[in-house]
């Protein structure tokens, strides 16, 4: 089922041409990141790549459930044997690993080198699934992109908070509740080609990406079940 079900979202995905968009924007920020000097790279990078697999999944993971919802995509589904987890599950890998080239994208244009890639490509595929996660949890209670552009610019606006932490901006001890968002964990992946970052705050950084990403799954799940099918009954 989860086989028929990625290749259902991929000819989608192509068809409406969201995945190559998803493609084309991590280009696009690659190009922009030309216009930077070398030293701005380690501040610049990182939030290009915090777009990228994180915010712009989030966003594309909820227009397409929209449209799922309109054209009673999920209303067919809903009346098979279908598990949920391998709707979900369908989603997150060609999102996952689209993250991963929009990534290497924004890497080999934007700064012109590949030095440091793994760590991108691991922040990169965790923070995709996370924000993934999260958008079809949030996305489900919704049925359009206006509807959704609320939660979507309060998930922007938070995410990005981490930022200004790391760089020290917010330098009041209640700002420390900032490494609970994902995107701090992700942020040290992103930093690593460029700065120094020792190899037990990757991992740690790794696991509370992974930590995530079952507390978003659950999240996805549940909110998923509550509001696109139970909520068509």
């Given at each position: 089922m989860i086989k028929n079900l990625i290749k259902v979202n991929l000819t989608i995905g192509f068809r409406s041409y969201v995945y190559p968009m998803y493609?084309?924007?991590?280009?696009a920020y690659g190009l922009m990141l030309m216009a930077f000097p070398e030293r701005y790279h380690s501040i610049v990078v990182p939030i290009f790549l915090?777009?990228?697999?994180g915010l712009v999944g989030f966003m594309f993971v909820g227009t397409e459930i929209f449209a799922e919802k309109k054209d009673g995509t999920i209303g067919a589904l809903a009346v098979t044997p279908i598990e949920w987890r391998d709707y979900i599950i369908a989603k997150l890998i060609p999102l996952s690993l689209l993250s991963i080239v929009g990534g290497i994208a924004i890497m080999a244009i934007g700064t012109r080198s590949l030095s440091g890639l793994p760590y991108v490509v691991v922040g990169v595929f965790l923070?995709?699934?996370?924000?993934?996660?999260?958008?079809?949890?949030?996305?489900?209670?919704?049925?359009s992109l206006d509807d959704y552009f609320i939660p979507l610019l309060g998930v922007l606006i938070v995410s990005l908070l981490p930022f200004a932490h790391y760089h020290g901006y917010l330098t009041h001890p209640i700002?420390?509740?900032?490494?609970?968002?994902?995107?701090?964990?992700?942020?040290?992946?992103?930093?690593a080609p460029f700065v120094e970052i020792s190899k037990t705050t990757l991992a740690i950084s790794g696991l509370a990406l992974i930590v995530w990403s079952g507390i978003g799954y659950y999240f996805a799940k549940s909110r998923f079940y509550k509001y696109a099918v139970e909520g068509l009954k």
């Open positions: 493609i084309l924007i991590g280009v915090l777009f990228e697999p923070c995709s699934i996370v924000y993934t996660l999260l958008g079809i949890g949030i996305s489900a209670k919704y049925y700002w420390k509740v900032l490494y609970l968002i994902p995107s701090y964990p992700a942020l040290y992946s992103f930093k």
